[in-house]
């Protein structure tokens, strides 16, 4: 039997990738773990040595010294004679107690998608969600069922959705507008934003009923609750605030491709002339072979949603137009995320 031998210019093939993304999932518990014990808002106020920062955690001893040292060798924190500390990264998005804490995210990635994601075969084999819905048709009627489930829920919104907002509040042309709205404002993160970085503006919270109490306490933390109000009310049967701004962030995604296109022709619909939506998402490259984060996050979808997915700039744009909106663009928003802009005139 011949044996196929490589050419000795070519590339060797190396395991190290797929061993990497294989048992991934190692690195990412250890993390998720790391943050639900609160290691890193523990070490928000000194450095700790091991046996101190065990006691304080509940740690068994079997394995604390691995645990601690998996997170230095991970990156995420410093060991200097002894002493563990958070990184600058860790101090800043993982204490809980700063408000650029941004674990929401993983508190609800290890309290759920860690254990849903094991359902992806199957979910790639039937087309269904995998996650706690049962009814089949709204992923929020289920998920806000419980209220922690639907706080810890927002707050991942406002986790995973910082830089987002940040970047529309600074890249968006908002002197050219005096309101807003924000529709599936969630906790209220990228409301927030734009509204801390431009004083002119008065902007709307949109979202479920239930969401209010935990919008209006969010932005009053942030001091702009006397320019921001809710607004009460569902997207699909409800009309949507007269403003000048429409933003969808991580809307879209969630819905099918009928429901995407009238959530679109809702915004145009509700805009006076001159006025602009704002779509973001973590919009896939439009050859879609580059972002993996944004075809993970339409994997997501899957796990999450009935008929969500997520899509490109490109195929954002195609919907914008067919609603009418007469100039559509795409911008990156410097992270995972990028935002499609469409003026009506
Ligand atoms: C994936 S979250 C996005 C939150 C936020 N825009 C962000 O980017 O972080 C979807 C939001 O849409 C809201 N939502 C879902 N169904 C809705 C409906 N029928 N009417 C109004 N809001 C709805 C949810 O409550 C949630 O806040």
Partial sequence: MATATL??????????????????????????????????????????????????LGLHPRAALDFLDCLVALGLLDRNGGLYANTADTACFLD???????????????ARLYRFWGGLTTALRTGQPQNETTNGTDPFAELYSDPQRLRGFLQAMTGISGGAARAI?????????????????????????????????????????????????YVRGLGVGQRLRFQPGDFWNDPLPAVEVLIMGHILHDWDLDGKRRLVAKAYAALPPGGALVVYDAMIDDERRRHAFGLLSSLNMLIETPGGFDYTGADCCGWLREAGFAETRVESLGGPASMAIGIKR
């Fill in 7 to 56: 050419p000795s210019s070519a590339p060797q093939p190396n395991p190290g990738a797929i061993l990497q993304i294989g048992l991934g999932f190692w690195a990412s518990k250890t993390l998720l773990s790391a943050v639900e014990l609160g290691v890193f808002t523990e070490l928000a106020a000194a450095p700790l040595d091991a046996a101190a920062l065990s006691q304080r």
């Fill in 96 to 110: 809980r107690n700063q408000p650029s804490y941004m674990g929401g995210i993983l508190e609800m990635a290890n």
């Fill in 169 to 217: 509040a600074g890249q968006f042309p908002w002197a050219g507008y005096t309101t807003f709205a924000d529709i599936g404002a969630a906790q209220g993160c990228c409301a927030a934003a734009v509204a801390l970085a431009h004083p002119h503006l008065a902007g709307v919270g949109f979202d479920l009923p239930v969401v209010q109490p935990i919008f209006e306490e």
